[in-house]
């Protein structure tokens, strides 16, 4: 069974440019969440979507968006990059609805760099 | 209101002595419990968790936690280390029932094995 399915691997964008990111769940697991991680702060939550709703956002400015469609798959969009969002993007998918009870599978992430 | 506090960022071991990592919480409610491991540039993998019955919880590779509800800890631990056990450890929270619950995750500690 295919795992969580992150795209690109690793992106390099200069400051002001916008960016998507992909990420396709295990197949049967409807809610996906997004984490930022960077050395200095650690994992922090983007959102969480089930059945292309939004359920939960962090607290990260409107720049950051998201969505997911109806196959469950879901991307991310940073508009307007700053140099702080250099950091790796990690997808997680979860079996329940909207619970963490099974525990989340995650990608391996994206590395985004901003220049 | 949850949180988590991993007790050291970086844990070094000889290889074939003990593997204790920390990890305390904060929970209003009762918690389910998580750790991950992340290995250079992979996202996290599920190493055990507890949610209900049994505090002693065995995990993949050998790990094993205990939840103790009169501490407010899940410490995780492997009787012999291995080169291979070099990664990064999370400790992670979330609230027990239903609804759409955001995850709480530690800021992580890293383990060096020395040959």
């Known amino acids: 069974k295919a795992g969580v399915t992150q795209t690109p691997r690793y992106l390099i964008k200069t400051r002001g440019q916008q960016v998507t990111l992909s990420c396709s769940p295990i197949?049967?697991?409807?809610?996906v969440s997004w984490y930022q991680q960077t050395p200095g702060q650690g994992l922090q939550f983007l959102f969480e979507?089930?059945?292309?709703?939004?359920?939960n956002k962090g607290n990260f400015p409107g720049r950051f968006s998201g969505r997911q469609f109806s196959n469950s798959r879901s991307e991310m969009n940073v508009s307007t990059l700053e140099l702080g969002d250099s950091a790796l993007y990690l997808c997680?998918?979860?079996?329940?609805?909207?619970?963490?009870?099974?525990?989340?599978?995650f990608g391996s992430g994206t590395r985004l760099t901003v220049v | 209101a949850q949180s988590v506090t991993q007790l050291g960022s970086h844990v070094s071991v000889s290889e074939g002595a003990l593997v204790l990592l920390r990890c305390n919480y904060s929970?209003?409610?009762?918690?389910?419990l998580f750790w991950y491991v992340q290995y250079p540039n992979q996202g996290l993998q599920l190493l055990l968790k507890?949610?209900?019955?049994?505090?002693l919880v065995k995990g993949i590779n050998g790990f094993e936690a205990e939840f103790k509800k009169s501490e407010t800890s899940f410490h995780l631990t492997k009787p012999s280390a291995h080169m291979s056990d070099a990664a990064e450890y999370f400790c992670?929270?979330?609230?027990?029932?239903?609804?759409?619950?955001?995850?709480?995750f530690g800021t992580g500690t890293k383990l060096q094995v020395i040959p």
């Open positions: 507890y949610t209900t019955g049994a505090t």
């Open positions: 997680a998918s979860s079996l329940a609805e909207g619970q963490f009870t099974y525990g989340y599978t």
């Open positions: 197949s049967g697991h409807r809610s």
């Open positions: 992670a929270v979330s609230p027990q029932g239903g609804g759409y619950q955001k995850v709480t």
């Open positions: 929970s209003s409610v009762p918690p389910y």
């Open positions: 979507y089930f059945s292309e709703t939004q359920r």
